[in-house]
């Protein structure tokens, strides 16, 4: 299967600084990504839609301010968390995929800690 | 509104012992059911996916099928291996690889 990478698989900051979160796909190229934050025992929430070379499309109560999504090029998109809080800290999992095959193929996830 | 619950959320097994995993879901024009396994940590890692009423797709022990209200993973003889959340997701009309709804997830433990 397509394999999608995330880095940092973990970070801790400090409440008020910015972290930014990378998705790669590594052996296909993503026409769309989509970001995702998960909180323990809760299931996958969508934050936004991401497609090459277009603005993000983000979820009802997603702030677009506070988390920035840039979607550069067919292999790579970020998030990054601006002023974080401690109730950003969560998990958050990208998932890429090609619009002619429907199916999404996610990241190993990356767990923020704001202190 | 679309939903997707699944059940039961938690789920003992000892090694060998079949059952199968629920997911029912109320969507409009559902275009796809997705299943995927969620070791902790770690992003889903992709199963199946079923497209119609009718459909079954089998992967070693594991086997899905589709209704027209719901989905089962049906488990056979598992192993310790097994263990992990089990994420269903449907996606509803409109284009191909839009957005997934997902279910809480059903924890499965096999103990040997």
């Known amino acids: 299967g397509a394999v999608v990478s995330q880095h940092p698989s973990w970070v801790i900051c400090k409440s008020g600084t910015s972290v930014k979160i990378e998705c790669r796909s590594l052996?296909?190229?993503?026409?769309?990504m989509f970001w995702y934050r998960q909180f323990p025992k809760q299931s996958l929430m969508l934050m936004a839609t991401s497609n090459e070379g277009s603005k993000a499309t983000y979820e009802q109560g997603v702030e677009k301010d506070k988390f920035l999504i840039n979607h550069a090029s067919l292999t790579l998109s970020t998030l990054t968390v601006t002023s974080a809080h401690p109730e950003d800290s969560s998990f958050y999992i990208c998932s890429a995929g090609v619009r002619t095959y429907n199916e999404q193929f996610f990241g190993p996830g990356t767990r923020l800690t704001v202190l | 509104e679309d939903q997707v619950t699944q059940s039961p959320e938690a789920l003992r097994l000892q090694e060998g012992e079949s059952s199968s995993l629920n997911c029912s879901y109320t969507v409009s024009g559902l275009r796809g059911l997705f299943w995927y396994r969620q070791d902790p940590g770690k992003g889903p890692e992709f199963l199946f996916t079923?497209?119609?009423a009718g459909e079954e797709k089998e992967k070693e022990r594991l086997k899905a099928t589709l209704t027209k209200k719901e989905s089962f993973l049906h488990i056979t003889a598992p192993k310790p291996e097994d263990s992990a959340t089990y994420l269903c997701?449907?996606?509803?009309?409109?284009?191909?690889?839009?957005?997934?709804?997902f279910g809480r997830g059903t924890q499965l433990t096999v103990w040997p």
């Open positions: 052996d296909f190229q993503a026409t769309t």
């Open positions: 997701a449907v996606q509803a009309g409109g284009s191909t690889l839009g957005r997934l709804y």
């Open positions: 079923l497209y119609s």
